[in-house]
């Protein structure tokens, strides 16, 4: 499955954006995530859902301020992003994970800053 990452850009503390993901293949047979690595950092889980569902699970640090959604007609994945903080700037994958294989979107660039 190839997966296209978009949405990002920069914006000021405290704004929302809205990221989305469009595969190629259905999104209801995968487990879906975003992840994001800031400079010099390693890759971080941020939010996921697992095949057969649409509650999200969420890392702490964006808990309450992010919401990941699924539209499994359009085999789309969104993350909504509210109430930015600098610290959320990084580059944000896209991850679809089906039988252990794991299948990554090119990213799309974050930049939170006033």
């Known amino acids: 499955v190839q997966l296209q990452a978009s949405g990002g850009g920069p914006v000021q503390p405290g704004d929302s954006l809205r990221l989305s993901c469009a595969a190629s293949?259905?999104?209801?047979?995968?487990?879906m995530g975003w992840f994001r690595q800031a400079p010099g950092k390693e890759r971080e889980f941020v939010a996921g859902?697992?095949?057969?569902?649409?509650?999200?699970a969420y890392a702490d640090s964006v808990e309450g301020r992010f919401t990941m959604s699924r539209d499994n007609a359009k085999n789309t994945v969104y993350l909504q992003m509210n109430s930015l903080k600098p610290e959320d700037t990084a580059v944000y994958y896209c991850?679809?994970?089906?039988?252990?294989?794991?299948?990554w979107g090119q990213g799309t660039l974050v930049t939170v800053s006033s």
């Open positions: 991850l679809a994970n089906q039988a252990g294989l794991d299948y």
């Open positions: 293949g259905r999104t209801s047979n995968h487990h």
């Open positions: 859902i697992r095949r057969g569902s649409s509650t999200a």
